[in-house]
């Protein structure tokens, strides 16, 4: 089993930025994708980025040149820098792991919402 505690978010005017933090405790040993997901009412969670254990990095298109991934495996911990924030960037963000036998594991999810 993987536990994610996730820090970070809150309000914010567009432009501005925000910083998300994630650690992982448990069997941290079977992990091997941590990254983040984002999701808004009545709409399905879409994955925003995320980072293998030997750094291989995703973006959604919309977030590119934005935010930033990072990652401390020893820890671990995973962060997602956000940058110029928009108002469709609003969402509840969830922390994910995703272990080598392809077991997902996720947040509490915390609120960043960006004002117009």
């Known amino acids: 089993q993987v536990q994610l505690v996730e820090s970070g978010g809150g309000l914010v005017q567009a432009g501005g930025s925000l910083r998300l933090s994630c650690a992982a405790s448990?069997?941290?040993?079977?992990?091997?994708?941590m990254g983040w997901y984002r999701q808004t009412p009545g709409k399905q969670r879409e994955l925003v980025a995320q980072m293998s254990s030997r750094g291989t990095i995703h973006y959604a298109d919309s977030v590119k040149g934005r935010f930033t991934i990072s990652r401390d495996n020893a820890k671990p911990t995973v962060d997602l820098e956000m940058n110029s924030l928009k108002p469709e960037d609003t969402a509840v963000y969830y922390c994910?792991?995703?272990?080598?036998?392809?077991?997902?594991?996720w947040g509490q999810g915390t609120q960043v919402t960006v004002s117009s």
């Open positions: 448990g069997d941290i040993r079977t992990i091997n994708i």
């Open positions: 994910t792991a995703t272990t080598w036998s392809m077991t997902d594991y």
